[in-house]
């Protein structure tokens, strides 16, 4: 009886106290909105609302009609770490720590481009909605959300008329979260490409160890799903290709007393394996050219980027789950990067950026975002039709074959020019 006379009450009430607008929305004269762009459509770097690069930011999963050529996804998800949680902030950082990155001040000088100023629409489409108390669903969660993102229109079609397998399917570049995203990422990418996909993995750990690991005794489901074993289980599940994948960066020590973990059969054997020390003799276009070697420009093989922020040495990335001193710094792992911008690319992900441990000049966050800059740079500059060189944009130094000599040195009055 109360609650029916209330709801009377507010019912007649309602009109009265209603602030609801009830006119027409007034449209705004084409001359009033240009003048207001002009005198208010400006951010700073430390300004706006925190989307990565200051895309501009849309809650994708709810926007089906809402497409783009690159995406960027953050799945905030840190309950399959086995050392230190708190990457579920790691979106968050690294889209801060992006603030720099706006359209207007991203040429890319290596690559001869901005990204944000070319061919592709870029959408930072938000975040995933994980939850944190149960694993299995978490997993689905990602699943579906990867499936359904990468599976949109593309808006734009690359320049190039690409000829690869990936034209026609936007790209995601996905912000972890912790390293077990790659596992949904992968399903949904052998969904989407109906072929076993290959793997470059940057990162102090192998991640296929096997879950037994952890525990042999208590086992469940869930416990397969963790931040060490999801490439394992993604091998056994048949979605990476054997024959073309990659770690790079590795330092991690092994279980037991011997290197079974490297001799044994078993999904380890399906990457090749490029140790943090091995730059010393190779020096970075070494290790770029161990990396094209395996995995080759083969237009109908689909490449996923998986970039553990612990590949960096803790000196320059403290803020993460599993550091591992000896590892590589941020200007070789960038070199690096930029070295592989030919990669058949169709997805990419840059996991385990744990803030709380991060210092307080964020440089973990500041490496993981140039890091997404580098990778989506590379995914833009593949489909500009346009001879660009190979480094640092010197179009001079591409022949009439459209060969790059890339070693040449500049001549002295090239350099000059280019100062001014
Ligand atoms: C790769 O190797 C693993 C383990 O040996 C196997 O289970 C898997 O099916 C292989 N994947 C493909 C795509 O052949």
């Known amino acids: 009886m109360y609650w029916k006379s209330l ?25 009033e909105r240009e003048e207001l762009l002009k005198k208010w459509d400006q951010e700073w770097s430390f300004s706006g609302i925190a989307s990565f690069a200051h895309l501009r930011p849309v809650k ?5 009609q809402e497409n783009y050529d690159i995406a960027v996804i953050g799945a905030p998800f840190d309950t399959a770490v086995s050392y230190r949680p708190g990457a579920r902030f790691g979106p968050r950082a690294i889209r801060a ?52 993102l990468g599976s949109r229109k593309v808006v734009n079609a690359a320049p190039k008329g690409d000829q690869s397998i990936g034209s026609g399917h936007p790209k995601l570049v996905t912000l972890g979260g912790d390293h077990s995203v790659a596992l949904p ?54 979605l990476i290709c054997n024959s073309t994948s990659a770690h790079a960066g590795l330092r991690t020590r092994l279980t037991g007393v011997n290197d079974g973990d490297y001799t044994n059969p078993g999904p380890e054997q399906g990457f090749i394996r490029i140790h943090a020390d091995d730059i010393d003799e190779l020096g970075p276009m070494g290790v770029v050219d161990v990396i094209m070697e395996r995995i ?41 990067l930029r070295g592989l911008e030919k990669l058949n690319l169709v997805g990419a992900d840059i996991v385990e950026v744990s803030p709380a441990y991060d210092n307080k000049g ?59």
């Not at 952890?214 to 397969?224: G, I, R």
């Not at 190979?390 to 060969?403: F, H, I, P, S």
């Open 7 to 31: 709801l009377n009450v507010l019912a007649l009430a309602g009109p009265a106290i209603s602030c609801a607008h009830h006119g027409e929305t007034e449209v705004v004269p084409e001359h």
């Open 60 to 64: 994708c999963l709810i926007e089906p």
């Open 97 to 148: 720590a992006s603030a720099r990155q706006m359209a207007g001040t991203s040429y890319n000088t290596r690559a001869g481009i901005n990204p944000y100023q070319s061919w592709a629409k870029i959408t930072d489409c938000g975040d995933i909605p994980i939850t944190p108390f149960d694993n299995g669903l978490a997993e689905r969660q990602m699943y579906e959300a990867f499936l359904e």
């Open 296 to 336: 080759g420009l083969d237009p109908e093989q689909p490449v996923y980027l998986s970039v553990d922020i612990d590949v960096l040495d803790p000196s320059t990335a403290p803020g993460t789950g599993t550091p591992e001193p000896g590892g590589w710094t941020t200007r070789e792992f960038i070199r690096i």
């Open 185 to 238: 990422a992968l399903r949904a990418l052998y969904q989407i490409y109906q072929k076993p996909i290959t793997v470059l993995h940057f990162d102090a750990h192998l991640d296929t160890w096997n879950p037994v690991r952890y525990s042999a005794y208590w086992q469940s489901e869930q416990t397969q799903f963790n931040h060490g074993s999801f490439f394992h289980k993604a091998s056994r599940e048949g």
């Open 362 to 420: 964020e440089t973990t966050a500041l490496a993981a975002a140039q890091v997404a800059f580098e990778i989506i740079t590379s995914m833009v500059k593949s489909g500009v039709d346009e001879e660009l060189g190979g480094w640092y944009g010197r179009k001079d130094e591409v022949d009439a074959e459209g060969v790059e000599a890339v070693e040449t040195e500049p001549d002295s009055e090239t350099v000059g020019k280019d100062e001014l």
